[in-house]
């Protein structure tokens, strides 16, 4: 796969303690949350006129005061687009218009990060993020939740929208994707509803010299979906091969949409570079799906007298077993018909 697209994420190493486990678990866990960082770190980044990068995200936002800034910032966008909607009879609902106290020298850790982080997060419930979509001050302030603090930013970036402030990536994909479901669906192909995805260049036979109709050509500007997209997906999906007798369906049913295992997935690709799976009311990205769904991937751990190891098809005797062993599977259980 080419170098540009998402870490590879491994597919379990070889493990001979809990602590090999678990750093794993965090990598693959940090390997997950990049995308949202890198698309949350360039919408600060325009937003504020600061360069924000995903590995310095949160040192940059520990102490509170660029959300501090960020929320004045967004506050005086409303309040303009809010107007210009009004004229036009199209208001949302009235925007508070408040100094948000913070101090900009609050070290990182410090009471004073902590309370420019609680301004934030009361000037946030006013514009209407809800309880569940908040974070705690600790979680910003000592990197215990990053993940928690992007979700209150994908949240806020939501409600922009809706005063026309261009928002972070992925919801421009959540917009694309509810524009697409409320559009009737496409007709269905003569043939099959579902399509395989593309062989691989060096694995497709030459083309016939018979003559065939050229092909509708996709927009340019469609970047989310398209050969980019189909390409990364089925090099995601053949990555490692998969020699079982019957393999996990990954088919393109239409543009950006795909079936996988027994389910119907909107699939995009935010900003050229990251494969990211619409998941009920987030994102998740292929390779983190696949490890969750595909049973050839998904991680099959046993403690068996104090070792670690991958699972064999044959349980263990339970003869063999200590009365403190314990088992754990983290793998779907398929019935034999």
Request: one cysteine or more.
């Amino acid at each position: 796969m080419c170098s540009f697209l998402s870490p590879k994420q491994p597919s379990g190493p070889g493990f001979t303690d809990m602590q090999q486990y678990q750093q794993w678990l965090a990598s693959r866990h940090e390997a997950s949350l990049l995308p949202m960082k890198e698309d949350l770190a360039l919408w600060l980044t325009n937003i504020l006129g600061l360069e924000i990068t995903a590995e310095s995200f949160m040192d940059r936002l520990d102490n509170g005061f660029l959300l501090c800034q960020l929320a004045e910032t967004l506050q005086e966008k409303f309040r303009q687009n809010d107007g210009d909607m009004s004229a036009c009879g199209n208001s949302k609902q009235s925007i508070p218009y408040r100094r948000i106290p913070c101090r900009q020298s609050a070290p990182s850790g410090s009471f004073f990060a902590r309370d420019n982080t609680a301004n934030f997060l009361a000037w946030c419930r006013k514009v209407g993020v809800g309880e569940t979509c908040l974070f705690e001050s600790e979680d910003l302030v000592l990197h215990k939740q990053p993940r928690e603090v992007c979700l209150c930013l994908l949240e806020l970036g939501r409600i922009a929208s809706r005063y026309n402030v261009e928002p972070p990536g992925l919801i421009q994909l959540e917009k694309e994707i509810e524009q697409e479901e409320k559009s009737p669906p496409p007709p269905p192909s003569p043939v099959s509803p579902a399509q395989p995805l593309p062989p691989s260049p060096s694995l497709s036979p030459s083309p016939s010299p018979s003559p065939s109709p050229t092909p509708a050509k996709v927009s340019s500007g469609k970047k989310s979906t398209g050969k980019l997209l189909d390409d990364t997906v089925r090099d995601i999906a053949d990555d490692p091969p998969c020699r079982c007798l019957n393999k996990f369906c990954v088919e393109r049913h239409s543009q950006g949409r795909y079936r996988v295992g027994e389910k119907m997935l909107f699939i995009r690709m935010l900003h050229n570079k990251h494969v990211m799976v619409r998941v009920g009311g987030g994102w998740e990205t292929f390779e983190s799906y696949l490890l969750k769904h595909d049973p050839c991937r998904m991680l099959q751990v046993s403690r068996v007298e104090g070792k670690m190891s991958p699972i064999s098809c044959k349980s263990p005797n339970i003869k063999d077993l200590a009365p403190d062993s314990y088992l754990v599977v983290a793998a779907h259980y398929r019935s034999k018909k």
